[in-house]
């Protein structure tokens, strides 16, 4: 039932790969609505424009925008791995940090459950790790790559937009709008890696499975 508001909190929430797919596509349309890519037929990559030709507010919107989406499909990943068959060779603990809990004391000595402060950067490669690992998929997150190099420099980008000191800290200079836009291409093209990766495994498991069934008797 949704609330006097019109909110839509209260539906159902996809779960897996549903909600990786939703939130992916939808993220995704908003950071192309920013970064002012001009329409084109769907069945050709898209070209994002040089983002120098910004605002300054379009450029930190951007930047905020590129970290939602990094950080929805993270979770949505670890979602994705605890809604799989798969999920059960993880262990205790990666289970706990993937569904986001935590256990701790109350005053009274009772456990109780909360939800962990969580690094960005570790969190992306925990939640590559942990959906590779419940897939049985062949990918690890090369962050020797300039991909995760540009990310690490987008990231403090945010971060000072965030809490800026002063109004210096709200601008966003013609590299670092352009490294944002490369960390995201790239942490983009890893979803796309290990979501193939995936499905390479699931098929190798079914050709397995066929090959190890007795033949039927005739």
């Known amino acids: 039932m949704e609330d006097s508001s019109g909110s839509n909190h209260s539906r ?3 779960k897996g790969g549903a ?3 939703e939130v ?3 993220l995704r349309q908003e950071i192309e609505l920013l970064a002012k890519v001009a329409p084109v037929d769907h069945t050709a990559p898209v070209q994002f424009p040089d983002p120098v030709c910004l605002s300054t507010i379009e450029r930190r919107v951007l930047v905020k925008s590129i970290f939602s989406f990094v950080e929805a499909l993270s979770y949505s990943m ?3 791995a605890l809604d799989s068959t798969g999920a059960s060779r993880l262990t205790q603990e990666e289970l706990l940090l993937a569904a986001e809990q935590e256990y701790y004391l109350d005053s009274s000595g009772n456990a109780k459950l909360r939800r962990p402060k969580l690094q960005t950067l570790s969190n992306i490669r925990f939640a590559f790790s942990i959906l590779a690992k419940a897939k049985m998929a062949d990918f690890t997150l090369d962050v020797s790559h300039q991909g995760w190099q ?3 420099l987008a990231l403090k980008v945010r971060d000072r937009l965030m809490h800026p000191k002063g109004p210096d800290d709200l601008n966003v200079s013609d590299e670092e709008i ?3 836009l490369r960390a995201f291409i790239w942490f983009e093209h890893q979803i796309t890696l290990i979501l193939g990766a995936a499905i390479n495994s699931l098929e190798k498991q079914f050709a397995n499975m066929r090959k190890s069934k007795p033949a039927a008797q005739s």
């Open 24 to 26: 992916y596509k939808e």
């Open 150 to 152: 540009v990310l690490l």
């Open 78 to 80: 670890k979602a994705f």
């Open 12 to 14: 159902r929430q996809p």
């Open 19 to 21: 909600l990786m797919s």
């Open 178 to 180: 352009r490294d944002a």
